[in-house]
């Protein structure tokens, strides 16, 4: 026995090692369970396509191609066409052996893999699990191919149901790890915008929504997570209304852009539409998420010759003007910090002028709208040249900042109270 101090000493020490590697076991058995798990945990992107059995009138017609003249689909699943027209499906003997099938139009007739079909509006099914690769982007839903009446292009329409097609938005319009209650909020506003345009705009045409910033991006299954499928999944439903005068839920034109950079917008002073109104806040909390040069962009300068150009090409009405050559703000918005104008007049140099929405001014300019960020700017006569200087923010101002949203997520605020916070006197009602 050497010193019982020392005995026990070496007795703990022992005892402690085999503890730790008891303990290490441990963990090691219950990492490679956790890794078990998560492969066996069946991936979203991989999951069927939900409710595609869906009424057809529910279902989102995203228009992924206008006024082409042939585009190409990927074989992978199981797929099968239909004649709309005459209500038959359409044979696909002889493209058994093919990889892809080319899709084209000769004298105003469809065409597959080069074989004429006597066809001006298909639909393509594809089967389990309702997914189809297009031009190198992957898709939930069918399609459906509408010659138009000259028969000289063809559109090419995406219709899923809702819920999966707000999944290719929210991921496309916010970056998927942003705080959960921000993706949610997304989610809300996404559905709202979508059913809206739809009822106002989608029953006179065969389309609801482009999959551009015209009305919301869609990226299909490329914008999809586990985070965003979160956020859709959380919400389900879900929609913002406000009441109308006898009580009945009104779906809110849910508008929303990146970076309002202080105060947000009445929407009738944006858009000019008065039957709702989204009321402008404060918005200061995309100032920690915005990039700085997003936030205040640098100075902008077109020619005068090229933004009169640009002006005539986008608005034929205005020829009457000769050329643009002076373009003042006549009602603007002003702010602690900065002013934002939302209508100009055009004079030109025939002596005559039009008015103009501000938003319409610099999108017709800019039709990317990466140049001249938002009209929350001072316009600068330059001899020849118009300068766009201490431009602040990132779009049209109405209704959600989404760099703002963001914010608010970080400090805490749940979905609904960043929601009410852009959409004043809006609530969380449930899709009609
Ligand atoms: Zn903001």
């Known amino acids: 026995m050497l010193f019982p101090g020392v005995e026990e000493n070496l007795a703990g020490r022992t005892k402690k090692a085999v503890q730790t590697w008891v303990s290490v076991l441990l963990v090691l058995v219950s990492l490679s369970g956790l890794v078990i798990w998560l492969e066996c945990r069946p991936r979203e992107r991989d999951r069927l396509t939900p409710q595609m059995a869906g009424a057809r009138d529910t279902l989102i017609r995203v228009l992924l191609l206008h006024n082409v003249e042939r585009f190409r689909v990927q074989i ?156 859709v999944h959380a919400t389900r439903g879900q929609i913002l209304v406000t009441d109308g005068r006898d009580g009945t839920p009104i779906v809110l034109p849910t508008y929303y852009s990146s970076i309002w950079a202080g105060h947000t917008e009445d929407s009738n002073r944006v858009f000019g539409e008065a039957s709702v109104v989204l009321r402008g806040v404060e918005c200061w909390s995309c100032e920690d998420v915005a990039k700085a040069t997003q936030f205040n962009w640098p100075e902008v300068i077109y020619s005068k010759q090229e933004v009169s150009q640009r002006l005539l090409a986008r608005y034929p009405a205005l020829r009457e003007l000769g050329a643009v050559h002076e373009i003042v703000p006549i009602r603007q918005s002003e702010y602690d910090h900065f002013t934002r104008f939302t209508q100009v007049r055009l004079v030109g140099t025939t002596g005559r002028s039009s008015v103009l929405r501000a938003e319409d001014l610099r999108l017709a300019i800019d039709p990317s709208g990466r140049r001249i960020k938002s009209t929350g700017c001072r316009l600068e006569d330059r001899g020849e040249h118009w300068a766009f200087v201490q431009g602040r923010g990132w779009g049209h101002a109405v209704g959600m900042c989404q760099c703002g949203a963001q914010g608010l997520a970080r400090a805490g605020l749940s979905v609904q109270d960043i929601l009410v916070h852009y959409y004043p006197g809006a609530r969380i009602g449930r899709r009609p």
């Open 76 to 231: 992978t699943n199981e797929l099968s066409l239909r004649d709309v027209g005459k209500g038959h499906s359409v044979s696909l003997k002889d493209l058994g052996h093919l990889h892809h099938i080319d899709i084209g139009l000769v004298r105003g007739r469809l065409t597959l893999a080069g074989h004429p079909i006597d066809v001006d509006h298909l639909e393509i099914h594809f089967g389990p699990p309702g997914i189809f690769s297009m031009e190198g982007e992957r898709f939930r839903g069918q399609l459906e191919v509408i010659v138009d009446g000259a028969g000289t292009a063809f559109d090419v329409i995406n219709h899923l149901p809702l819920e999966p097609y707000l999944a290719g938005v929210v991921g496309a319009e916010m970056p998927s790890y942003w705080e959960p209650e921000a993706l949610k909020a997304q989610a809300i506003a996404s559905r709202t915008y979508c059913l809206y345009i739809k009822e106002r705009f989608g029953r006179h045409r065969s389309w609801d929504m482009s999959r551009t910033q015209a009305h919301q991006v869609y990226r299909g299954i490329a914008a999809e997570s586990a985070t965003v499928w979160d956020a």
